[in-house]
């Protein structure tokens, strides 16, 4: 039996090992949770989800939608987790964040062929291995990777949502109502008017942050922080998170900007509050989120917090297989090789674990196809200019389509060409 070494249980490392273990590899997985956390983890299981509780749309009109649906016919333990602890969220894809890693944590130790080593890797261990450490790769580790790589460090920063209880949002003011009346009403929405408006605007954009230490401040358009887009200008938030259009209620005033709630497990007594990353510090977060309506006596069970997400300039330092220039027995996968998201991350680990299943069987790499989401991203990390590379989100302007060609067709072509490389890729 060979050897396969994967070091992070996140999304993408236990997509790499799920994918091996099947294989009836001897996989040896290194986490160093719960005898050393990170700064934004709270539990020792595998694929636990650190910020938001969404994995975005479910639809095939949008692009992460369709990764999703790719990485369904490839077996992905992501999907497989999510399909069993989903919480209602519209057309999107929401999990009970716990229950969702718990499922993958017992599934992956299901597996005889699996050895898990709880502790920090400085440097990776003899043989083929898969680094998959994601966004919070610890400083030693960082360090080995910068040094053998000759590159300088990239990275920006990511942050969090707070998580209240249900039980303490006031619903003679909020109410349930999906934007435009698609979908479930699963989202509970707080409206705003216009005074209202004006002095939450004015206590967020002066409310005093938390320390970044010696981080330097570059945040991923994705994930901006709430006070930073709102310091970009009074009507920013109206227009982004907290968007209007949509939720009106007929028995009500016009609502100057509305705030979105989602469930975010599946007791339904825990909701997030969309939109809202922030780096406020926790005494500030109380005192201006609990000037949004309905959330004047919000109890929060977790507070929003930033981090480092650190990944590599992958054009540069990675090989056609995701393996490293200066290692060949050293492959990459998950955030760390510029994707963004959970989603993105996780297929990246399925497709690192791939490429080390056909190398250590002396087979050629069989690239995803650009008519598909998986192979748009692939292409992307290992074929954009270094000197433009940053995170990438799955989104249909990287994907090779004609110009005539519907979202619909897209996707349903997409999803027939990644069939098609799977079957041929393991062979």
């Known amino acids: 039996m060979k050897r396969v070494n994967v070091i992070g249980g996140g999304l993408a490392g236990s997509e790499a090992c799920y994918f091996l273990l099947k294989k009836n590899y001897d996989v040896h997985l290194y986490e160093m949770r719960p005898s050393k956390n990170s700064p934004a983890h709270h539990t020792s299981y595998f694929g636990e989800l650190v910020c938001s509780n969404s994995l975005k749309s479910n639809k095939l009109d949008n692009a992460c939608g369709l990764l999703k649906e790719e990485m369904r016919s490839m077996g992905s333990i992501t999907m497989e987790a999510a399909s069993k602890t989903s919480v209602p969220s519209g057309n999107a894809l929401s999990v009970d964040r716990d229950e969702f890693a718990k499922y993958i944590t017992e599934k992956l130790k299901s597996f005889p062929n699996l050895t898990i080593h709880y502790e920090e890797v400085d440097v990776p261990p003899e043989g083929i291995t898969i680094i998959a450490t994601g966004p919070l790769t610890s400083e030693k580790l960082t360090n080995y990777l910068l040094d053998k790589t000759g590159s300088d460090q990239l990275f920006f920063f990511d942050a969090s949502a707070p998580i209240i209880e249900k039980d303490s949002i006031d619903m003679t003011i909020a109410y349930?109502?999906?934007?435009?009346?698609?979908?479930?009403?699963?989202?509970?929405?707080?409206?705003?008017?216009?005074?209202?408006?004006?002095?939450?605007?004015?206590?967020?954009?002066?409310?005093?942050?938390?320390?970044?230490?010696?981080?330097?401040?570059?945040?991923?358009?994705?994930?901006?922080?709430?006070?930073?887009?709102?310091?970009?200008?009074?009507?920013?938030?109206?227009?982004?998170?907290?968007?209007?259009?949509?939720?009106?209620?007929?028995?009500?005033?016009?609502?100057?900007?509305v705030l979105q709630l989602r469930q975010d497990n599946l007791h339904g007594n825990l909701y997030n509050i969309v939109g809202f990353q922030t780096n406020l510090k926790y005494s500030e977060q109380k005192r201006v989120f609990s000037m949004i309506p309905g959330l004047q006596n919000a109890k929060f069970v977790r507070y929003g917090l930033m981090h480092r997400n650190t990944y590599l300039c992958s054009p540069i330092v990675l090989n056609e297989n995701m393996s490293f220039k200066f290692d060949n027995n050293l492959f990459l996968a998950g955030q760390l090789t510029g994707v963004e998201g959970y989603v993105e991350s996780s297929v990246m680990g399925i497709l690192a674990a791939l490429f080390v299943d056909r190398f250590l069987n002396d087979k050629k790499i069989i690239v995803p196809p650009l008519t598909t989401m998986v192979g748009s991203l692939y292409n992307y990390i290992i074929h954009a200019n270094p000197k433009d590379f940053s995170p990438m989100n799955a989104n249909y302007g990287i994907l090779n389509r004609p110009l005539n060609m519907s979202k619909e067709e897209c996707s349903n072509k997409a999803i027939k060409d990644v069939i098609k490389w799977w079957k041929k890729a393991n062979e």
Request: with cysteine; net charge negative.
């Open 176 to 257: 349930k109502k999906a934007r435009y009346d698609q979908g479930d009403d699963s989202y509970i929405n707080c409206p705003f008017s216009k005074e209202e408006y004006d002095k939450f605007y004015n206590e967020l954009i002066s409310a005093e942050l938390a320390t970044l230490h010696d981080f330097d401040k570059s945040y991923f358009e994705g994930c901006m922080p709430i006070e930073v887009l709102a310091k970009r200008g009074y009507e920013t938030m109206r227009y982004g998170p907290l968007k209007p259009k949509g939720l009106q209620m007929m028995d009500r005033p016009k609502a100057y900007a």
